[in-house]
Each structure stands twice: as structure tokens, then as C-alpha cells.
């Protein structure tokens, strides 16, 4: 604290200078802190989306006229190029969105940036701030001791030139001193950069984790990218308020000690500063551009592995290794072609700007030092009687001033370096930026059922009259109503059209009452919207016209439990399965034990796989299984969970037929409602109504005659 009241005391006359260049420091320094967050954040969330299909981003940057051009010298890689844009296709278009997905230091940037600041630091007091104001702090610190120990290491040198040991042992050992808190500072400025990074990095994705699995997210939204790389943790402040203090040290030190003019060298560094970063700014390369392409590239890798490692089977079997091969290779290829375009646009980049900042500072900063004393005042020298004493102390005055300077001076090079690195950097915050905060956008608006499609709007008539279009994107105007009528909680559709997501019209108004009791075949050919139906009941798919009513979640569960033809297996125990989406925690409050769960089992025929395995154990089921005893374990799911209806998508299609009829009866037998889509006969008789799609956008809903029990 001496040390920096001393050093506050002799800056004092400069104080609204400092305070000015201090508070810019200190906002530049925060938005390069945000640079990491934001990067590794995006990277979290490239996590939870692990088939992430979509990249968020737009043709623009994938048809860069360069990158272009250098697609079509390959054939093969142009092909590729195609087949990436069919998986790009669902990207946002419109306009306002074309504007998020252009990078760059604008206002949108500082839009979005104070939008997820909101979300990193919620309060004006908190964890963050607090951890903030410690880093800070310091900075400000670390920035004094280095001047101080420049001035010190100066002083030493002036002692041995005057042969003076007494004095030169002391400094020794206050330059020892000072090591020790300097040692500190900076080893816990590194821990504080880590602890705050971790802290806003964790609000964010802690934020849009909660986003992405609201509303059913994780399903509407598809378009997660896997580009984002690891941040390096430098800062701006640090820069700034270094080459701040030094500049003021160099220009006391040269004005006191050598009464020369302070202002000639600053002046001189500051133009030719100035000039050389104009310079590289106006012929640096677009690297933010580039490197997002090489990002764009990279997740399509990412994509084609994850594709790959999920349908490892299905291509085992078919042996379509060789097409497998040759895509992944395909698309290594334009990674490398994008990074080698990269390290040569870089190799004369670097080496202009390695000749400015190595040479051309260099050069200045010798002259900025031999200024104040090729030029300095030595009248001092006549007017003392004791010439060669004088002279002595002149010259260990100048070795001292020349020492500290050099110290200085490496400390500013060094700080301007950091300065022009970080404005690199700072260009790709935007894009950060801009990635994370579309991300967050389009949660948000999905989970509010507002929808951006690319879609082709040109299917004419029948679908304008079903849908309704404003600005090419269709509006979902149908409504959910969810009674609370639990005795009588029936289904019921109201003129609701079935609309895929790519707006084709597969039923244009379906009129439908589901009572409980009501046990529904669903008919029809392939194609024809049954399962798109079920999508409709469980909220999927949005409703573009009419009206849905359903009987109210109890305690955020639905009414109504889909199982699907490909059961889903999930990370855990024998137990988990059976109970998934339910947690142990849930399953013991509702009083259920493991011979309950015993029971279940049985009643899918799975009993020897508790006899096999315990209950308790975490194995990959998904393996483990076989196609029709997955299928069972899906339905274990339902007799565990009895809801009032039970959406079986040919869930049983891998079952033996007597497994599956009594696997009916018991669901008949507890009640459940149950609304079938199956293409088996022996099913027709465990149904009360027959609903059919005609293929052609008709339909037919009536109750089933007696005689249709018996179907061959
Ligand atoms: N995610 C989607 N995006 C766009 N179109 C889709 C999507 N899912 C289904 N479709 C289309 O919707 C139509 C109805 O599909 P649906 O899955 O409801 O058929 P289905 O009657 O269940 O057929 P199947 O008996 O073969 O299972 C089909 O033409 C299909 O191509």
C-alpha cells in the first residue's frame, strides 16, 4: 500500500488523465474477460446438443466469394459443399435474422453483449461484481509494483556505478522484498481470471440450459453448432493501464531527473503507433470471417463422426463403409483446405506485423529514451564547482534514468503487443458474441412457439388457405386449451390441421373427441400424418389453426405418454428405465419399491432381465437389449406410469403377438386410454373407434363394428 500511495502521490496532477484511461481500461478489460466466457459458454451448449444438425449460421459465410472459388477447383469438395447447405437448409433467413448473423463491432454487439452482461452479473452486488473488484484491484496493483521495480532495478545499477555498496544493499534487498508480493499479485491475478470466467461462464450456460430444455426446446430446436474453440484468458486492461502509468513514469523520470522536453518522445510513439496500427488494420486479412468458415467446416466434421458413431450398426450391416469413408474424408479435406488458406494468409501478416512491432517500435523507443538526454539540459554541470564529482553523478544519474527506461519501455512494447492481440480479439468477441446471443434468441422464441423456417411457400393454394403467411413465415394461430375436467377429460380437435414443419399440408382440418374409455386405432399408408398426429397432441409440432383442448398436466406431467416404434433408452440402472422420465427421488415418494417394479416387469415378460442384472446397476441398455425387449422396456415405462392415455406409435412391432395382446389387456385393465397407430391386424379387437387417413388429406373417424374385431 506504500508502494502505491508513493506512486498515486507523484501521478497526482494527472489524476483525471488516469481516472478517464483507467475507467476505459477497466470496461475494454471486461469485454475481453466476456471473449472467454461467451467461447467456452457456446461450447457448453454445443455439448447438450451432441446431434446438432443445424449450424446458426448464413450463406454468406459460406459462400465467401474466395472460399468459394476455391470449392470448385474441387469437384469432389463442391459436391460435399452441397450436400452441407441440406444440412444448413433449416437456417434462419429473414432479414432482421440476416443482420444477427453478420459479426462485427456494431451496435448490435453492444445490444447483445449488455443483454448477456444481465444474465452474467444479475446484480449490482454479487459473487461476480465482488470477484470483479478484487481482479481489478489487482491489476491496478501489479501495474504499480512493475513501475516500482523498474525504478528500483534502475537504482541499483546507479549504485554500482558509484561504487556506493551500503545503498545498493539496501535496494537489493527492498527489490527482494517487493518480489514477494509481486509474485503474489500475479499468481492471483491468474486465479481470479480463472474463478470469474468459471462464474459467468457458468450463469450463461446455467441460463441457457434452462432455456433449452423449456417448452420442449431440445426438440424445436435443432440448430446448435459445434465451432467454438478455447479462449485464451489474456486482458485488455492490463495493456491499457500499463502503457497508461509507464508513459507517465518515463515522462516524470525524463523531466526530473534530465529536465528535458517530456513531451517529444510520448509524441513520437504515439504517431508511429498510430500509423503502423492503421497499417495492419486496413491490410489485415478478414480473419474473423476465415476462421468462422473453418469453424462451419470443423462442426460438419463433428457431424458426420456423431452421424457415424449413432448409425454404427445399420452401416456395419450394409457395409457402407466406403461411402462413410469417403464423406468423412471429404470433409476433413475442406477443413484443411480452409486452415492451410488460413496459415498463408497469416504467413505475410505476420511477418508485417513482426516487422512493425519488432523493428519499427523498437527503433522509436530507442530514440524515445536517447531523447531526454541527447537533448536534456546540462547546465548543471558549469554551474557546480566540483566537476568530476558532478560528472560521476551525472552519469550514474543517466545510466539509472537509461536502466528504468529500458525496463519501462520493455514493459510498454509488451503492453502495446498485448493491445494489438487483444483488438484481434475483440473482433472475434463480436462474433462470439453474436453466436451465443442468437442462440439464446432463438430459445426463446421457440419456446414461445415463434418459429423461422426456410420453407417452400410455393405449394400453392392449399396451403395458403390452411396457413396463414406474413413475411413468407407461417403463424401458428391454432389454440391449446387444457381443461381441468378431470372426470371427463377427453381429447378434443377443432378444424386443427396437420402441417409438417416444412408446411405441408398432410390433413387440412381434423374434427375429433377422444373420451376416456375411447380406445382409437389409428389406420392409414405411410406418409399419411399418424404419427404427425401425436406430434400435434404432444405439443410438438405447432397447431396453425383450430383448436386442441387436452386435460391439464397434474404437476408438469402430462395426461398423455408416447411411446415411440424406436424406444429411448437413457443413461442408468435397470431401475431408471423402467421409470425414465421419473427420478428414484420421485419413485419413492410414490411409495414404489422394487418388487412393484418386479411386477411391471412381468408384465412385459422382462422379468429375467431383473434376474440378470440387478436393479441398481448402470449399464448401456441400448446394447444390451434386443430391438423387442426394448419395446417391452418402453412399455414397462407406461404400466409404471398409468396415465389416463397412451400414445403407442407401433410400439410393439418387435413383440410376439401373445406378448403384445397381453400387454394390451393389461393397459385395457388399468385404464389407460389407449389411441394406437399399428399396421397389425390381432390389434384391431383391443378398440372401441377406428380413426383412417385416406393418404390424400381425408379422413374417416367412426366407432369400429363388432365384426372388424375379428380382421383377418
Ligand atoms: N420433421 C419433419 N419435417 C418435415 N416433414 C415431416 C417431418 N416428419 C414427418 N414429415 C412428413 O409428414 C408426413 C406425415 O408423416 P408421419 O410421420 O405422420 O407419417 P405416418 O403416417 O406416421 O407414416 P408411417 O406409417 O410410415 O409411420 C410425411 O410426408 C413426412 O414426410
Redesign the pocket.
Known sequence: MAVLSKYVDRIDNKTTISQALVGAAVGAWTIKLFYSVLNKSGNDMCCVASEGKMQLTNDHNIESPDILTMNRVNDEDFTLAEAEKLVLEKQLKNKSDRDLLQPGLNNEFVKQLVKLLKVMIPKALCYETGLLAVHTLCLISRTFLSIYVAALEGAIVKYIVRKDLRQFTIVLFKWFGIAIPATFINSMIRFLESKLSLAFRTRLVRHAYRLYFKNQNYYRVSNLDGRIENADHRSLTKPCFDLMLIGLALMRSSQRRLQSNILLGPALSIIVIGLTAHIMRVLSPKFGQLVSEEANRYGYLRHIHSRIITNAEEIAFYGGHKVELQQLRQAYNRLVNQMNYIFTQKLWFIMLEQFFMKYVWSGTGMVMVSLPILMGSNKRSYQNVDVSADMDSSVSERTQYLTTARNLLISAADAIERLMTSYKEIVALAGYTYRVAGMLKVFEETAQGIYNKTTTVEGGKEQRSVIEFINDQPVAKGRIVYSDNYENACILLRSVP?V???C?V?VTSLNLCIKPGMHLLIT??????????F?ILSGLWPIYAGELHIPRPIEDKPCMFYIP?RPYMSIGSLCDQIIYPDTRESMLNKGINENDLRNILKMVSLEHIAQRDSFYVVRDWKDILSGGEKQRMAVARLFYHKPMYALL??CTSAVSVDVESSIYETAKNMGITLLT?T?RPTLWKFHTHLLE?DGQGGWSFRPMELSEHQRP
Do not use: A, M, W, Y
Open positions: 396437420v409438417t414443419p416444412n405441408d398432410v392409414g399408408p405411410n406418409g399419411c400424418g399418424k404419427s404427425s398426429l406430434r416404434q406409435d407401433e397407430i399396421h387417413f
